[in-house]
């Protein structure tokens, strides 16, 4: 990552809103709706961060059929560490992500097919 990167990637976690959804998606994946309801924050706030998420590659959309016929969406967090490392009168952000499950490659997969 160069050092424009860095520094807005630690601006966004710098954010408490951003944080929080990042912690809660740890746990599980979950819809905005959720995730407004276990955060404690209005649904704009909560797609912003998400938006902002997304763009730094942190969080991941899901699409999930209902029985109904009808698909939501649901956000996985893409990241387990972010390392910050300090050297020689400069930094380095590292982001280590998490592994894909075969389950969820081949679903990708699939979605992108049909």
Do not use: N, W
Not at 55 to 73: F, N, R, T
């Amino acid at each position: 990552m160069d050092e424009e990167g860095d520094d807005e990637l630690l601006a966004l976690l710098d954010d408490e809103y951003a944080r929080a959804i990042l912690a809660e998606l740890t746990t599980e994946p979950m819809s905005a709706s959720e995730i407004c309801s276990k955060c404690d924050m209005s649904s704009p706030t909560a797609y912003r961060r998400l938006d902002r998420l997304e763009a730094a590659d942190l969080v991941a959309e899901q699409q999930v059929p209902d029985p109904d016929g009808h698909h939501y969406k649901r956000y996985i967090a893409t990241v387990d560490e972010v390392t910050v490392t300090f050297a020689d009168g400069t930094y380095d952000v590292d982001v280590s992500e998490t592994p894909e499950e075969p389950a969820d490659r081949f679903t990708d997969l699939f979605d992108g097919i049909s």
